[in-house]
């Protein structure tokens, strides 16, 4: 059985903690030991949050290690590009190409970072890079916030997991009224196609 | 609760924030569910044990001592506190979530992992001890098992290796036990040279505590905080909080500012929660020494920082079962507030004067900000619309720190993902560049 260490990051409203949910249940209904860890600020909205997904025969730690991730999904740009130092050459990663500034940035304070100094960062560590246009997607479902469904569909065609098992599992952890729109945005991420950031 | 009624004594499960914010699959003892007693239950009227004068502490206390002996010796088997064989070269000492690390790291090792911290099992400690070359000891913070093996003459590594401040990690443990050559070094972690800009937790979209701020922003007072979400009223761009310590803390300090005489115009802010749960007794001790500061009472109506939790002002029980709602104003009028304001922080031009006028004021003063929480009524308007030709891009917008809120060359954007719609940037743009979008019936 293999192992699979996951590290969701995005901004708080971006429906992280959600998709690192679904993420947990479809480990454990694929068979795996299963663990998970986020960190979320005090507020719920607008600050970083990251969360640890852990598969495996038998999971120890609920938090990856550095330098150890097998799965980097980024729903925001700068989210993204902060967990680089877990990377390493058999890495996969996928970024949403959307930007969210923080709050030094909208004051001057700082610089966004351009969107190849991030590629350049990432390719350079990891074994894997693709854009994503996750957000654009959801949008085109009406919702931004199915955006982080969208990004894992896109996972999901590089795990050995039923498709069914994902949507059993989005069934079950989703509001009613929102599940045929996430069945919908995990549609589109499995064909989603390599984007670009604008 | 089987250690609690055996040995008739408290005992205290300790979690870390690590543990509080993980989660996997255990396993539930159907036997512990707790089912409500169908007797009638009496009071043991036991004075001697349940009323603590000095004649009765006295005998107590030999009891109490005799409990943590037998303690003691329970620890010795206690199924939690276990040595789990391994190659018996090198030894670990753990317990908590860096057990978990811990293992990750020294996969063959030896460990005795603690479930029970306190008694400690002597013997058992003492026996593992002799089963492997070198203890090892990893416990976050303070060295508390390291102290007690030292007692005990055992040598061990431990704080020299393992530091005394900071959270663990995996990589942190790998590291610092490569660095004492207990294991293999692991792939050096290179740093990152592209800056990449914090972003720190912020009052949501739609708070109505960034009202509350902004308003004591802009009058320059000096703030005394406490616990909760509005804890992010200190942060970049409001910086509206210049202290912050424990529950309740906001009231008891500024009324000592204004015993000792410091003249600037300080207030207190607490959330209703806190209120309730430890800010009554300072504000009796401001209205009755005749303090004269103004205390905010940011009534949020909810306990939202730790996930939306009932309180006494909610109505509503901890079980959700329908209760007496306490009403604050009632409240602090009964314990002698004279000069008492309810205000709803979004109404800008009234917060800014109840605030000049309360805080100028000689007599103690108290303002009950109120704003539910939209989260947590799940409260939504339509994103306002921003007129570019009007946006002379100022920047005043920005200061009220709303992460929805974006600077672009065009002028200010508003995410329409993350805003809620509350239309306070508009309130706060003097060029009516921001523009509130009617409801859609």
């Known amino acids: 059985m293999p192992k699979y260490d996951f590290i969701l990051a995005g901004v708080g409203g971006q429906g992280t903690i959600l998709a690192s949910d679904i993420l947990v249940e479809v480990g454990l209904k694929a068979g795996y030991d299963v663990k998970k860890s986020e960190v979320h600020g005090m507020s719920q909205r607008g600050g970083a949050v990251e969360s640890h997904v852990r598969w495996g025969r038998k999971v120890y730690s609920p938090v990856v290690e550095q330098g150890r991730v097998d799965y980097l999904l980024g729903f925001e740009m700068l989210e993204g590009a902060r967990w680089a130092t877990y990377l390493n050459p058999r890495s996969k990663v996928y970024i949403n190409t959307h930007k969210i500034y923080p709050p030094s940035v909208n004051i001057g304070q700082a610089r966004y970072p351009e969107a190849k100094n991030i590629e350049q960062l990432l390719t350079g560590r990891a074994g894997f890079f693709e854009w994503v246009n996750a957000t654009g997607k959801a949008m085109e479902l009406g919702n931004q916030a199915l955006a982080g469904v969208v990004v894992l569909g896109r996972l999901s065609r590089d795990l050995e997991v039923a498709v069914e098992t994902w949507l059993e599992v989005i069934v079950d952890l989703v509001p009613a009224k929102f599940t045929e729109l996430n069945k919908q945005a995990f549609a589109a991420g499995r064909e989603l196609k390599e984007a670009f950031p604008a | 609760m089987e250690i609690s009624e055996q040995f008739d004594t408290p005992v205290i499960i300790r979690t870390t ?27 043991e009227r036991n004075p001697v044990k349940y009323v603590m004068v000095p004649v ?11 409990r943590i002996r037998k303690l003691a010796e329970y620890a010795e088997t206690f199924p939690c506190n276990v040595i789990e064989p391994g190659d018996g070269e090198i030894g670990i000492v753990t317990s908590g979530v860096v057990y978990q690390y811990a293992r990750e790291v020294f996969p063959s090792a030896t460990f005795l992992r603690l479930g029970m911290i306190y008694p400690l099992p002597k013997r058992l400690i003492l026996d593992f001890a002799k089963q492997v070359k070198e203890v090892v000891i990893i416990e976050e913070l303070d060295p508390f098992f390291e102290e007690y093996f030292r007692t005990l003459g055992i040598e061990v590594i431990g704080k020299e290796v393992f530091p005394a401040e900071g959270e663990f990690s995996p990589y942190l443990i790998r590291e610092m036990a490569a660095k004492a050559g207990l294991v293999d070094a692991p792939a050096p972690v290179e740093p990152v040279s592209l800056e990449l800009p914090v972003r720190p937790p912020m009052l949501c979209p739609g708070c109505g505590h960034r009202g509350v701020f902004y308003a004591l922003k802009r009058l320059n007072a000096v703030v005394h905080g406490d616990i909760g979400c509005y804890a992010l009223g200190g942060s970049s761009p409001l910086g509206a909080m210049h202290t912050s310590g424990c529950m309740g803390a906001s009231i008891g300090v500024v009324h000592g500012v204004d015993k000792v005489g410091v003249k600037d115009r300080t207030v207190a802010v607490i959330g209703d929660s806190t209120f309730f749960h430890s800010g009554i007794h300072p504000l009796i001790n401001v209205l009755y020494n005749k303090g004269v500061s103004t205390v905010i009472i940011a009534d949020n109506r909810i306990t939202a920082m730790t996930g939306h939790q009932d309180n006494p002002g909610s109505g509503k029980t901890l079980l959700g079962e329908a209760t007496e709602r306490i009403d604050i104003e009632q409240l602090v009028r009964s314990l002698g507030a004279k000069k008492v304001a309810v205000v709803n922080p979004y109404e800008l031009n009234q917060m800014l004067q109840t605030l000049k006028e309360f805080m100028a004021s000689a007599e103690p003063s108290v303002i009950i900000a109120r704003y539910p929480c939209v989260l947590n009524v799940k409260e939504k308007h339509p994103t306002p619309e921003v007129d570019p030709e009007a946006c002379t891009n100022c920047g005043n917008c920005l200061k009220t720190g709303c992460p929805a809120l974006t600077k672009t060359e065009e002028g200010v954007a508003i995410d329409t993902l993350l805003c809620n719609g509350c239309g306070f940037c508009a309130k706060v743009c003097a060029f009516k560049a921001i523009q509130v979008t009617a409801e859609k019936q």
Do not use: I
């Not at chain 2, 989660?23 to 009496?42: F, H, I, Q």
């Not at chain 2, 009765?56 to 005799?66: I, Q, T």
């Open chain 2, 17 to 43: 924030t690590r543990l509080s914010h993980s989660r996997t699959v255990v396993a539930m003892d159907d036997d512990l569910r707790v089912v409500p007693s169908a007797e009638k239950l009496e009071f």
């Open chain 2, 56 to 66: 009765n502490a006295r005998r107590r206390h030999p009891v109490v001592e005799e």
